[in-house]
C-alpha cells in the first residue's frame, strides 16, 4: 500500500453505521468523476449498497468482480433506445419541426446545442475570429471549485492541484479551448476561427501542432494509461483505493479464481513547452458525455501508476492531433443525431479506451486497451467515414466474448508488476504472465458454458430417472 493510503473496505468498516453516509456516498458516486470508468446504474448501485450494508468488505474491495457479459445488461437499456431511436422520437415530439436523426446531426450547429458535449470556453460557433497565442493567457488560475466537495464525517470527494501542472492551468485551459474550437471548424456551417502564434496561422488542431513547432515548441502526444479511480475518495487526510474491478475470464495459475483487473483509463496528452505557450492538456471520451480537449491538472492519488504506451512526435505528432480532431467532431454529430442517449452516449458510443485504440491501431497496426464498448453500427454518418472505419475496426466487449492477454496487459498502467500497490494484485499479474509467456494459460468457463453444463447434467439426470422408472416398470 502506498503511504497515507487506505482501501474502501477500511472507510466503510468505520463510516458504514454513520446514518445517511452510504446514501450520500452512492450519490456522489453516481455523478460524473473526471476518470470515472463505470455507470453506476441501478444494478451495480444495488450491488455495492449490499455489500457495504452485509459488511462484506473482501467483496467491497474487489467491486463488482463482474465480467462485461454480466456488466452489459446493466447499460442495456441505453442500447435499447439507441436501436429504436426514442430518444430522437422524444426531441422531435417535445420541438414540433425540429430536425431529427441523422438530418438533425446535419443541420447548422450552434454552440447552444453542442454546449452540454465540448467546453469552447468564450469562443462560439458563430463567430468568425482570430486567436493569438503570442500574449499570456487571461483565464483565472486552478481552483478546487466545483472539484471538491466535503461529504462529512471527514471524507472528502475530489482531489487538489499538480504541483507541477496546476501553476499552468490558464494556459492550458486556453489551449484546450482553442484546440476544441478548431476541431469544431470542421462542423458544417461553423464559422472558422484562426489561431496564430509568431506570426503561423491555423485553422484546425494539427496545424496549430505545425504552427507550435515551427515556432520552437516541443510538442510530445502520449497515449497515456492509468487505473481509473473510481471514487476520487479521501478519509481523514487519506487517499481512499477504490478500483473498479472486471473479470477477465482468465484463470490465475494453481487456483480456481479468475484473474480480476482494475479498469484502467486511457487517454491522449499533449505536452507543450516554447517561448509563447506552456501548457499540457489531455483528450479522450468521458462519463460526462464529452468527447474533448481538457485541462489535467489535478493530482492523481499514487495507486494509480502512469504509463506513455507510445509518444509521438514531428510528423506523427501532427497525425494524431489530426485523428482526435476529426474524432471530436464524429462525436458531435453523433450526439446531435442521438441526444437523448443516456450518459450522453457513454457506452454505447463507446468509452476512454475506444477512441484512444482506435487511433492506436492507425498509427501502430495494434489494439492494447479493454474494454472497448463502441457499437459500430452506430457510427453510421457518411461525413465520419475515416472514423467510423476506425471505431469499427478495434475489438468489442459488448458481448462478453473474451479478451486477448494483449490487451489485459496493454491496458496497465506499469509495465513492472512489483510498482502496483493495490494487495494481491502483482502476484496474480505475474503468475498469468508467465503463464501467457509459456503457453500455459487457461481460461475460465463463461457464463454460457456453466448454463450449457448445468442443462446436459440435468438432462442426463432427467434421462438416468426415466431409465430406472422404464427398468422398474419393466421388471414389474
Known amino acids: 500500500m502506498p503511504a497515507n493510503t487506505v482501501m474502501l473496505s477500511q472507510m466503510m468498516r468505520e463510516l458504514a453505521a454513520t446514518p445517511g453516509f452510504t446514501d450520500a456516498m452512492l450519490a456522489q458516486l453516481d455523478k460524473s468523476g473526471k476518470k470515472g470508468p463505470a455507470l453506476m446504474t441501478p444494478a451495480l448501485v444495488k450491488r455495492l449498497r449490499e455489500l457495504i450494508l452485509g459488511r462484506d468488505w473482501q467483496g467491497l474491495d474487489r467491486f463488482p468482480g463482474w465480467t462485461m457479459q454480466a456488466i452489459n445488461p446493466t447499460v442495456r437499456v441505453a442500447g435499447r433506445v439507441v436501436a429504436k431511436d426514442q430518444g430522437v422520437t422524444d426531441v422531435a415530439a417535445r420541438h ?25 470556453g468564450d469562443y462560439s460557433l458563430e463567430r468568425a475570429e482570430v486567436v493569438n497565442l503570442d500574449t499570456p493567457s487571461k483565464l483565472p488560475g486552478f481552483t478546487t471549485d466545483e472539484l471538491v466537495g466535503e461529504l462529512g464525517a471527514g471524507v472528502v470527494r475530489g482531489d487538489g492541484a499538480n504541483a507541477t501542472l496546476a501553476p499552468m492551468h490558464a494556459e492550458s485551459q486556453r489551449l484546450a479551448d482553442v484546440l476544441n474550437r478548431l476541431s469544431l471548424n470542421g462542423l458544417d456551417g461553423s464559422a472558422p476561427v484562426e489561431v496564430t502564434v509568431e506570426g503561423q496561422g491555423a485553422k484546425t488542431p494539427q496545424d496549430l501542432v505545425k504552427a507550435l513547432m515551427a515556432t520552437g515548441h516541443t510538442v510530445v502526444v502520449a497515449d497515456a494509461r492509468y487505473f481509473a479511480n473510481f471514487g476520487h475518495f479521501h478519509y481523514k487526510g487519506q487517499d481512499v483505493m477504490m478500483p473498479f474491478w472486471v473479470n477477465s475470464q482468465i484463470r490465475v495459475p494453481g487456483t480456481r479464481r479468475p484473474l480480476l483487473v482494475p479498469v484502467s483509463h486511457a487517454e491522449y496528452e499533449w505536452e507543450v513547452r516554447g517561448p509563447k505557450v506552456n501548457a499540457n492538456v489531455s483528450w479522450y471520451f468521458g462519463i460526462d458525455g464529452k468527447a474533448e480537449f481538457r485541462t489535467m491538472d489535478t493530482q492523481d492519488q499514487p495507486w494509480v501508476l502512469g504509463r506513455h504506451a507510445h509518444e509521438y512526435r514531428d510528423a506523427d505528432a501532427v497525425e494524431v492531433t489530426r485523428l482526435v480532431g476529426k474524432m471530436a467532431v464524429a462525436y458531435v454529430h453523433q450526439h446531435l443525431a442521438r441526444p437523448e442517449l443516456p450518459f450522453g452516449g457513454y457506452y454505447p458510443l463507446g468509452v476512454c479506451q475506444d477512441g484512444v485504440a482506435a487511433i492506436e491501431r492507425k498509427m501502430t497496426g495494434k489494439d492494447t486497451l479493454f474494454p472497448n464498448t463502441a457499437d459500430g453500427a452506430l457510427f453510421d454518418d457518411p461525413r465520419d467515414a475515416e472514423i467510423n472505419q476506425l471505431i469499427k475496426a478495434i475489438p468489442k466487449d459488448r458481448e462478453g466474448g473474451v479478451p486477448e492477454p494483449a490487451r489485459i496487459f496493454g491496458s496497465l498502467p506499469t509495465a513492472d508488476f512489483n510498482a502496483i500497490t493495490i494487495p494481491g494484485l502483482a502476484a496474480d499479474l505475474e503468475s498469468v504472465h508467465a503463464a501467457w509467456q509459456d503457453g500455459s494459460l487457461e481460461r475460465t468457463p463463461s457464463w454460457i458454458r456453466k448454463v450449457t453444463l448445468r442443462v446436459v447434467g440435468v438432462a442426463a439426470l432427467g434421462t438416468l430417472a426415466g431409465v430406472v422408472v422404464w427398468r422398474r416398470r419393466r421388471n414389474r
Open 96 to 120: 414540433p419541426g425540429a430536425p431529427a436523426g441523422l438530418e438533425a446531426a446535419k443541420s447548422a450547429v450552434t454552440t447552444g446545442q453542442i454546449k452540454d458535449y465540448v467546453d469552447l
